[in-house]
């Protein structure tokens, strides 16, 4: 599994960027705590249990972070824009819970985010660098799910065809982002829950 996004940040509180989640289980998904002071990837498994990682840092500076999470069977790995910034070796080699959930991106997040994508390979450092500054065509090896929101809607662009439903006034526009000459990419801003507008 890899599972990677750009994000910005506006307000420090515990959300998700990116959960698969039905209520009763939480296959994987990245985070930010609380104070925006970490950022982590965190992995429900059949034998270890839940187990993540974090690495603490500013991500409520007004900037864009590439965030990533990769999981071999048996080494999670967590990266910040493209660098390795955490790893956890398990004793065994390990699979993920899978259970039928729905993927959710920005759940309690309020900030952009953009090019969210996930792989059924674990990608090397060298193979996150090397695209993520970069579109993608959807046809890459490995690649399950791809929204880069640049038409306007929430539509997987791999061929798996997994669209989106956009809810709690989450809204897609054009941004400056990270990594960009001179271009505006269309990104999706999302707006933390309220007890009146629960998605």
């Given at each position: 599994?890899?599972i990677?996004?750009?994000f910005?940040?506006?307000i420090?509180?515990?959300?998700f960027?990116l959960?698969?989640?039905?209520?009763?289980?939480?296959?994987y998904?990245l985070?930010?705590?609380?104070?925006?002071?970490?950022?982590?990837?965190?992995?429900?498994?059949?034998?270890?249990?839940?187990?993540?990682?974090s690495?603490n840092?500013?991500?409520?500076?007004g900037?864009?972070?590439?965030?990533?999470?990769?999981?071999?069977?048996?080494i999670?790995?967590l990266?910040?824009n493209?660098?390795?910034?955490?790893?956890?070796?398990?004793?065994?080699?390990?699979?993920?819970?899978?259970?039928?959930?729905?993927?959710?991106?920005g759940?309690f997040h309020?900030?952009?985010?953009d090019?969210?994508r996930l792989?059924?390979i674990?990608?090397?450092?060298?193979?996150?660098q090397a695209?993520?500054?970069?579109?993608?065509?959807?046809?890459e090896?490995?690649?399950?799910?791809?929204?880069?929101?640049?038409?306007?809607?929430a539509k997987?662009?791999?061929?798996?065809?997994?669209?989106a439903?956009?809810?709690?006034?989450?809204?897609?526009?054009?941004?400056?982002?990270?990594?960009?000459d001179?271009t505006?990419?269309?990104?999706?801003?999302?707006?933390p829950?309220?007890?009146?507008?629960?998605?």
């Open positions: 599994l890899t990677e996004l750009w910005t940040n506006d420090p509180k515990d959300n960027l959960m698969k989640n039905n209520g009763v289980s939480y296959p998904g985070y930010i705590t609380g104070k925006s002071s970490s950022t982590g990837f965190y992995l429900s498994l059949k034998e270890s249990g839940v187990k993540q990682i690495r840092g500013n991500f409520a500076d900037k864009w972070h590439h965030l990533a999470g990769t999981f071999d069977g048996q999670m790995t990266y910040i493209g660098v390795k910034r955490a790893s956890l070796p398990l004793e065994k080699n390990d699979e993920i819970i899978t259970k039928s959930c729905p993927l959710q991106i759940m309020s900030g952009f985010i090019e969210v792989w059924r674990a990608r090397t450092q060298e193979q996150i695209t993520m500054n970069i579109a993608l065509t959807g046809n090896e490995g690649l399950v799910s791809y929204w880069n929101f640049d038409d306007g809607a997987d662009l791999s061929p798996n065809g997994n669209g439903t956009l809810y709690n006034n989450a809204r897609i526009l054009e941004y400056p982002r990270a990594g960009q001179n505006l990419p269309t990104v999706i801003k999302t707006i829950c309220s007890s009146e507008n629960v998605s």
